[in-house]
């Protein structure tokens, strides 16, 4: 949860000038994202969210983000699309900080998702990245492998401090993934497609949101991603069967690849590696004023433990093949 | 800002399934209030605030604060009206804690008034004490002058490491408020009416919110509230023009007698110090995860110094009188 800026009533009036919408007629900060300030913002034409980008988000590659949404809403795809200014740009400032408005989509976050809702992510996921295939912008995954070990590199007294022991199995896990696939489709991905970030109504996914670490990467990495943070139990158990469902559900969109099949554990195992590393680097004492809760690495340090010992796809709830019977 | 309680999506359909507004469509917890969590609601049926109310308020006032809310909605003033369940009970329990829905309301709160809307402030506040007349609960003051001495009696040190000799001025404004005047008219008072409670729409009043410090206390001793809250400059100086327009629209409504007039001074001192104590108190290092800024005492501290320097209620933007000319 994040508000980072305070926006005045006239600052908001000045900046809701260049728009069509009207005139605000609410506006509250709310507690979502943690990378950005975003605000509730109703006026005569509609329900909005506006976002402040703070300083995590590189200036550079918000055209990226929002053209991507543009790009996705224009496909069908549900997600937030840009309202764009008269003078029709979507990225503005305000505050001296860039700023956007996007339209608000209705739905709520799953606390615990049940299996039929992880196929329906997994069909989700597929149509995201159907959707994205002639997206023309391209943008480098900053979080990606190539970044782990110098991410690593500050961060091994840290991890031993948290659990005796974890370093060395944070060493292997980096060993590992040195074997990275690179011959696998690439494409669009959201790269951070937890549950707090798809919103479902009556049981269905109404819309994604939160496409500030999208960048185009292997899309069976996305898959990766989501996988571990759709099919964990809070106990650290995998689901089977929410990871069957998930397969099913992206397999009937778009078939994965008999690479990419064979590349998931490894890449569940890279993409545990990485959201434990950015939690890693953001634990610790809270600095006075903070207002987000630093998430637990240790939630993927055990997620990390379980690919460690893996034998095979038919962990993750695919259809054992001859190889991996 | 403050979010203290995670709402899952399913307790939230429970939640909501004993009111008749209709499943969420929308719920997303929003930086407003501190001493509550607060969620904005979205149904079918329209726009809500769902408050859960946290270990800072007592659970036996909230009867109290909820049918203010009712009364003063009835009579036409402008506040979030509490949604009853279909039990009838306004006040139900969520995440095992108090909880209830108010409408939405529109509106923006203020980051500098103007001495317009300050006198549209004082009409408003008129207009609450009028309309809570009648109203027939009563509530005690808990933060009112017989509480300052001992919220006091811990902090001298931190007083005085604030700010070196401010003890002895607190000691001072301490010692003038023991002469508090009793015989002044009574009724339900806000108490906390900052703007940030004061919702304004093309710079008129639309709503007050956050009844949680309401209580039955000296009417006059909310003016004294409202004028250190609205007509002071960020660099500490008293606007007396702000000050003259918030009375003139208070007396427009109710008029202030010749004896709530004498006595402003002492309760806007004694309201300086009733807010410099508990900002005081909530002020230094923030635990982690913490959700909420503390306030800055200092603030507080410069308004007790214009009081403790001021000869009469012509410094408040009275009109001059033969007694105070």
Known sequence: MAVYTDISD????????????????????IAEGVENSNYFLATEHGRYILTIYERRVAETDLPFFLRLMDHLASKG?????PVHARDGA???????????IVTFVDGMSLTRPRPDQCH???????????????????RKNALGPQAW????????????TLSPGLANEIDAAINAVADWPKDLPTGVIHADLFP?????????????????????DLLAYDIAVCLNAWCFETDG??????????????????????????????????????????????????????LVRPKDPMEYARKLAFHARSRGTADYGFAPTPANR
């Open 120 to 138: 329906d992510l997994g069909r989700t996921l597929a149509s995201l990245h159907d959707a994205g295939l002639d997206f023309p912008m391209k």
């Open 90 to 100: 979507a990225l503005r400032r305000l505050a001296n900080k860039p700023a956007a």
């Open 237 to 290: 158990s995998y689901n089977l069967t929410k990871g069957q469902a998930l397969i099913a559900g992206y397999n009937g969109v778009r078939p994965i690849t008999p690479d990419e099949r064979a590349a998931l554990p490894l890449l569940a195992r890279g993409a545990a590696l990485r959201f434990f590393l950015t939690r890693l680097a953001d634990w610790g004492p809270v600095a006075p004023g903070a």
């Open 10 to 29: 006239e600052a908001l009036e000045c900046f809701l000038a260049d728009y069509a919408i009207g005139p605000p007629l609410a506006f509250k900060g």
């Open 196 to 216: 707090d970030n798809v919103f479902f109504l009556e049981g269905k996914v109404t819309a994604c949101i939160d496409f500030y670490f999208a960048c185009t």
């Open 77 to 81: 795809f549900a997600c937030p699309t």
């Open 149 to 160: 070990s110098a991410l690593w590199a500050g961060l091994r007294t840290k991890a031993d």
